[in-house]
């Protein structure tokens, strides 16, 4: 498959920037965002019919086709806005059972908005977040599934654990974390934020209790479009953040509905896996995961950053350990982002993790070897001239 720079054209992505953060926001394509507006267009056309008598088949559809892709049946898979809301969705159904003291453990890739969801939920119930430690580099994967295995206790209500670290890109061993919890009757909620297309998934092999994941990101679909598998023995407990018309009619009907709202943003999913299968998801993935290894190998030559971690544990997003003595804390991060957008021209995230700042780089269909010999000279010119 010819992939490589010449597709930049299929997205609105400005030709001047290196974009290696596909993984922040993901980046939509023109077809996408085409569709966007023809679903709207089609519902204005006679929005009561439309919403009364086409809105929930499509909705349907819709799952039932991203099941396909995401190893599902249609009816486990409800839409939801983004991966925090399918986070938060689980907390607040599973609020009124946590009693004081009960414990919820994470480690510490968690993403930030997810820390703040259970810190709320420990304020309200009285329960306890028990935070691990994993550490930033790994050199065999099994060390995460050890960690997990001896953190969990009796107290252990729930495990919240990202499928796909955003700190630095490691897969977590995810099937075999979720039948630890199995075995110690924990619940288990995957983040998997980032995962759906960026690798193979199968949802029904790995039962979870509750997995939510972004089209947003990897998928192409417009923002605003995300998801929430649940195991079937747990969704009649899990209720979405409004309810609305069809409380307690069933799992799918009361978040197909959860009031008036654009579902353009969910329907042009449609088109973004039309996108995918004109290349084939297999081969994307291929191709971005053979070109990540080539990112790394171009990034840790020119900045002579040692990377230590096997390059199978990643899929298409990796970070490395900025190589100075820099100020270490948020806004710095921040800082750093605009200095490499407005004197290099290369788009990528900066991570405060464990005391330091990491760089992060991704690869997709648009990105070719030579972006990341840009990235690499821009690290080692800032680095150079960093005072
Ligand atoms: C692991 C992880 N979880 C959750 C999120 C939040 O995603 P969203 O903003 O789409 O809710 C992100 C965003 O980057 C993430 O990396």
């Known amino acids: 498959m010819d992939f490589g720079k010449h597709l930049k054209k299929l997205w609105y992505l400005d030709e001047n920037i290196t974009f290696l953060n596909h993984g922040s926001f993901g980046a939509t394509p023109k077809t996408v965002l085409e569709a966007v507006a023809k679903w709207q267009i089609e ?16 909705i349907r559809q819709l799952a039932e086709r991203l099941g396909k892709i995401l190893g599902s049946d249609g009816d486990s898979i409800v839409f939801v806005d983004n991966a925090t809301t399918g986070i938060n969705t689980v907390l607040k159904s599973l609020q009124s ?9 994470f480690t510490n890739h968690i993403y930030p908005a997810a820390r703040n969801s259970v810190n709320y939920l420990c304020e309200k119930t009285g329960a306890i977040p028990m935070e691990v430690f994993t ?6 994967i099994s060390q995460i ?11 252990t209500k729930l495990l919240l654990i990202d499928h796909i670290f955003y700190t630095g890109g490691i897969i977590a061993p995810i099937k075999e974390i979720v039948e630890i919890c199995r075995k110690n009757e924990s619940y288990v909620l995957v983040d998997g934020a980032h995962a759906p297309g960026m690798i ?4 029904n092999e790995i039962q979870a209790d509750w997995y939510t994941g972004n089209c947003h990101k990897w ?30 009619q069933g799992y799918c009907k ?16 449609n088109e973004a896996i039309d996108f995918i299968n004109q290349f084939g998801l297999k081969n994307i993935q291929d191709y971005n995961h053979n070109l990540l290894i080539k990112g790394i190998e171009i990034v840790s030559d020119i900045t002579e950053i040692e990377f230590k971690t096997p390059v199978s544990y990643f899929g298409s997003i990796t970070a490395f350990e900025m190589p100075i003595n820099i100020q270490i804390d948020n806004e710095t991060t921040h800082k750093l982002r605009d200095i490499f957008y407005n004197n290099h021209r290369v788009e990528i995230p900066f991570i405060h993790f464990n005391d330091q700042i ?3 780089f991704s690869s997709q269909i648009y990105n070719e070897p030579d972006d990341y010999l840009i990235l690499a000279e821009a690290v080692k010119t800032f680095c150079r001239d960093y005072k």
């Open 43 to 58: 519902l204005e056309k006679e929005p009561v019919e439309f919403f009364l008598n086409q809105y929930f088949d499509l």
């Open 97 to 105: 059972e946590f009693n004081k003291d009960d414990e919820i453990l």
């Open 135 to 140: 550490p930033y580099r790994v050199t065999d």
């Open 145 to 155: 599934t050890e960690i997990i295995k001896n953190s969990i206790t009796a107290k």
């Open 200 to 203: 193979e998934l199968n949802l």
């Open 219 to 248: 998928m192409f679909s417009p923002k605003g479009c995300a998801f929430l598998w649940t195991r079937k023995e747990l969704q009649e407990k899990t209720k979405p953040l409004s309810i609305s018309l069809f409380h307690n």
């Open 254 to 269: 009361e978040f197909d509905w959860t009031g008036t709202k654009n579902p353009s943003l969910w329907l042009a999913l």
């Open 358 to 360: 990491l760089f992060r």
